[in-house]
Nanobody, 124 residues
């Protein structure tokens, strides 16, 4: 059974950093475009970053551009999201997701597999 499991969430002060990981089992990440989403308190879930399967180009939402870095390690079958200069508005549940589509996508309905999420809280 394919599964994605996120880890690395927690409480961090504003300006701090966290590194989220997403481990895949039952599927090979090198066959998928990978994406990260988040859902803040009282907000809709939003796509924040992805790496396309064919072009390997990383893309970011304006809200995280320059602060977050997405990466993949096909050998370890994992994906990561390095989050720096965190702000209180980054608080939320972070999800990894994948789609077999070739191009980078943060369209929720295109995702075929989702993790259950990991909570990130940015607060002093």
């Amino acid at each position: 059974q394919p599964e994605l499991v996120e880890s690395g969430g927690g409480l961090v002060q504003p300006g701090g950093s966290l590194r989220l990981s997403c481990a895949a089992s039952g599927l090979r990440l090198d066959y998928y475009t990978i994406s990260w989403f988040r859902q803040g308190p009282g907000k809709e879930r939003e796509g924040i970053s992805c790496i396309g399967l064919t072009d390997g180009v990383a893309r970011y939402a304006d809200s995280v551009k320059g602060r977050f870095t997405i990466s993949r390690d096909n050998g370890k079958n994992t994906m990561t999201l390095q989050m720096d200069s965190l702000k209180p508005e980054d608080t939320g549940v972070y999800y990894c997701a994948v789609t077999p589509q070739n191009m980078c996508s943060t369209y929720e309905h295109a995702m075929t597999h989702w993790g259950k999420g990991t909570l990130v809280t940015v607060s002093s």
